[in-house]
Protein backbone atom coordinates (compact mmCIF):
# COMPACT_ATOMS: atom_id res chain seq x y z
CA UNK A 1 0.00 0.00 0.00
CA UNK A 2 0.77 3.80 0.09
CA UNK A 3 0.68 6.39 2.49
CA UNK A 4 1.02 10.08 2.31
CA UNK A 5 2.03 11.79 4.89
CA UNK A 6 1.80 15.44 5.54
CA UNK A 7 3.26 18.02 7.65
CA UNK A 8 4.09 21.72 8.15
CA UNK A 9 0.77 23.39 8.96
CA UNK A 10 0.26 25.55 12.02
CA UNK A 11 -0.32 28.60 13.38
CA UNK A 12 1.43 32.09 11.57
CA UNK A 13 0.13 35.87 11.80
CA UNK A 14 -0.44 37.77 9.08
CA UNK A 15 2.23 38.20 6.31
CA UNK A 16 3.85 34.98 8.02
CA UNK A 17 5.12 32.18 6.02
CA UNK A 18 4.89 28.19 6.66
CA UNK A 19 5.96 25.03 3.98
CA UNK A 20 4.00 22.20 3.87
CA UNK A 21 5.11 18.67 2.76
CA UNK A 22 3.68 16.01 1.83
CA UNK A 23 5.77 12.66 1.50
CA UNK A 24 4.74 9.50 -0.87
CA UNK A 25 6.12 6.25 0.77
CA UNK A 26 5.45 2.41 -0.34
CA UNK A 27 5.72 0.31 -3.72
CA UNK A 28 5.31 3.32 -5.91
CA UNK A 29 6.43 2.80 -9.63
CA UNK A 30 5.68 6.75 -10.88
CA UNK A 31 3.93 9.54 -9.58
CA UNK A 32 1.61 11.38 -11.86
CA UNK A 33 0.32 14.68 -10.84
CA UNK A 34 0.57 16.56 -7.77
CA UNK A 35 -1.52 18.62 -5.89
CA UNK A 36 -2.63 20.70 -2.69
CA UNK A 37 -5.63 21.40 -1.86
CA UNK A 38 -8.01 23.34 0.72
CA UNK A 39 -10.79 23.42 2.71
CA UNK A 40 -12.56 26.10 4.62
CA UNK A 41 -15.42 25.96 7.33
CA UNK A 42 -18.26 25.64 5.66
CA UNK A 43 -16.68 26.10 2.08
CA UNK A 44 -16.04 23.32 -0.56
CA UNK A 45 -12.53 21.90 -1.27
CA UNK A 46 -10.92 23.91 -3.65
CA UNK A 47 -7.43 23.38 -5.50
CA UNK A 48 -4.41 25.61 -4.21
CA UNK A 49 -1.92 24.61 -6.80
CA UNK A 50 -0.84 21.75 -9.42
CA UNK A 51 2.21 20.09 -10.80
CA UNK A 52 1.92 17.62 -13.54
CA UNK A 53 4.80 15.33 -14.21
CA UNK A 54 6.18 17.41 -16.64
CA UNK A 55 6.86 20.08 -14.72
CA UNK A 56 3.60 22.27 -15.62
CA UNK A 57 2.24 24.26 -12.89
CA UNK A 58 -1.43 26.25 -12.08
CA UNK A 59 -1.98 28.23 -9.22
CA UNK A 60 -5.46 29.48 -8.13
CA UNK A 61 -5.70 33.01 -8.63
CA UNK A 62 -6.07 34.20 -4.89
CA UNK A 63 -2.70 32.60 -4.43
CA UNK A 64 -0.37 33.75 -7.44
CA UNK A 65 2.78 35.24 -6.77
CA UNK A 66 2.35 34.11 -3.13
CA UNK A 67 2.82 30.93 -2.85
CA UNK A 68 4.96 28.35 -4.54
CA UNK A 69 4.79 24.18 -5.05
CA UNK A 70 7.61 21.96 -6.30
CA UNK A 71 8.30 18.44 -6.39
CA UNK A 72 11.37 16.04 -5.07
CA UNK A 73 10.69 13.01 -7.32
CA UNK A 74 13.68 11.73 -5.74
CA UNK A 75 12.12 11.95 -2.13
CA UNK A 76 8.93 11.24 -3.60
CA UNK A 77 7.46 14.37 -1.88
CA UNK A 78 5.61 17.75 -3.17
CA UNK A 79 5.88 21.11 -1.30
CA UNK A 80 3.74 24.38 -0.99
CA UNK A 81 5.85 27.11 -0.25
CA UNK A 82 3.16 29.62 1.53
CA UNK A 83 4.37 33.51 1.90
CA UNK A 84 2.62 36.63 2.77
CA UNK A 85 -0.06 34.64 4.38
CA UNK A 86 -3.70 36.33 5.07
CA UNK A 87 -6.22 35.04 7.20
CA UNK A 88 -8.52 34.64 4.37
CA UNK A 89 -5.87 31.27 4.04
CA UNK A 90 -7.29 29.76 6.77
CA UNK A 91 -8.37 26.00 5.74
CA UNK A 92 -7.36 22.57 6.12
CA UNK A 93 -4.47 22.12 3.39
CA UNK A 94 -4.86 18.68 1.77
CA UNK A 95 -2.48 16.68 -0.59
CA UNK A 96 -3.45 14.76 -3.84
CA UNK A 97 -1.35 12.26 -5.76
CA UNK A 98 -2.03 10.55 -8.63
CA UNK A 99 0.10 7.99 -8.94
CA UNK A 100 1.02 3.80 -10.02
CA UNK A 101 1.89 1.51 -7.78
CA UNK A 102 2.43 -2.18 -7.55
CA UNK A 103 -0.51 -3.95 -5.03
CA UNK A 104 -1.02 -7.66 -5.49
CA UNK A 105 1.75 -7.93 -7.88
CA UNK A 106 -0.50 -5.73 -10.58
CA UNK A 107 -0.09 -2.05 -10.92
CA UNK A 108 -2.51 0.38 -9.80
CA UNK A 109 -3.25 3.72 -10.63
CA UNK A 110 -4.70 5.92 -8.37
CA UNK A 111 -5.90 9.45 -6.33
CA UNK A 112 -4.43 9.27 -3.14
CA UNK A 113 -4.80 12.54 -0.55
CA UNK A 114 -3.22 13.10 2.35
CA UNK A 115 -4.96 13.42 5.89
CA UNK A 116 -4.65 16.95 6.26
CA UNK A 117 -3.00 20.17 8.16
CA UNK A 118 -4.45 22.80 9.38
CA UNK A 119 -3.02 26.12 8.82
CA UNK A 120 -4.56 29.38 10.57
CA UNK A 121 -3.43 33.16 10.01
CA UNK A 122 -4.39 35.28 13.11
CA UNK A 123 -4.70 39.02 12.29
Known amino acids: QVQLVESGGGLVQVGGSLRLSCAAS????????MGWYRQAPGKQRELVAG???????NYADSVKGRFTISRDNAKNTVYLQMNSLKPEDTAVYFC?????????????????WGQGTQVTVSS
Open 96 to 112: NLDLTYYSGGYQRTDDL
Open 51 to 57: ISSGGSI
Open 26 to 33: GRIFRING
